[in-house]
């Protein structure tokens, strides 16, 4: 069975710095993809990210960046000039090629503060 | 163009009694998912639709919990002699296709059971 591990239950950084999410996976399949959702106190869960495993270059999205390890089976997001904005519950989630149904299967999330 | 939408968006109800949770999915996706959020699972799968069929219902938690899809849109989540460990927050999401698609997501509803 697939499984998703995020180690950082919480993480704070300085508004304009960097930060960087940690994710690993577990799975035999070797084709699939992987997101980042981001989820604030609203409860509406955002999607920031999506990356396909059969594509080696990491997925960007303006401030936001995967560093995608296939081989080690981590999925990392980088979060480059923080705004206060940014501010929520990240979970990263994995999603089988031959999936089961379109099952999205998360992580136990990071929640995210960036301070002023 | 509108996203998911969910009603109520909090509930709270009596142990034993019945609940209905609404979902509208963005108009035009085929696909509809069903999650549960709570301090203790997390996030869960519970169940999905591919047009008004749900080919796997092993998701859901007991036999308490039924859904169902009409016309290939909204979907209700039924879940009937409420228990204390029902209280989360039900998440609902859809995509265009099953499968492979990006799924958006809902604000969810809030059930608490007293």
């Known amino acids: 069975a697939q499984t998703v591990t995020q180690s950082q239950p919480e993480m704070s950084v300085q508004e304009a710095e960097t930060v960087t999410l940690s994710c690993t996976y577990d799975?035999?399949?070797?084709?699939?993809?992987l997101f980042w959702y981001k989820q604030p106190p609203s409860r509406q869960m955002i999607l920031v990210i999506r990356?396909?495993?059969?594509?080696?270059q990491n997925a960007t999205e303006n401030r936001f960046s995967v560093n995608f390890q296939k081989a080690a089976k981590s999925f990392s997001l980088k979060i480059s000039d923080s705004q206060l904005g940014d501010t929520a519950m990240y979970f990263c989630?994995?999603?089988?090629?031959?999936?089961?149904?379109?099952?999205?299967?998360f992580g136990q999330g990071t929640e995210l503060s960036v301070k002023p | 163009g509108a996203g998911v939408s969910q009603s109520p968006s909090n509930k709270v109800t009596e142990k034993g009694k019945d609940v209905e949770l609404r979902c509208d999915p963005i108009?035009?996706?085929?696909?509809l998912y069903w999650y549960r959020q709570s301090l203790g699972q997390g996030l869960e799968f519970l169940i999905y639709?591919?047009?008004?069929?749900?080919?796997?219902k092993s998701g859901l938690p007991s036999d308490r919990f039924s859904a169902e899809r009409t016309g290939g849109s909204v979907s209700t989540l039924t879940i009937q002699r409420t228990q204390q460990e029902d209280s989360a927050v039900y998440l609902c999401?859809?995509?265009?296709?099953?499968?492979?698609?990006?799924?958006?997501f809902g604000p969810g509803t809030r059930l608490l059971v007293l």
């Open positions: 999401a859809s995509s265009l296709v099953q499968g492979r698609e990006t799924q958006y």
């Open positions: 799975t035999s399949e070797n084709n699939y993809y």
């Open positions: 990356q396909e495993a059969y594509k080696q």
């Open positions: 989630a994995f999603m089988g090629y031959y999936n089961q149904g379109g099952k999205l299967i």
């Open positions: 108009s035009g996706h085929t696909a």
């Open positions: 639709f591919q047009g008004n069929s749900a080919p796997d």
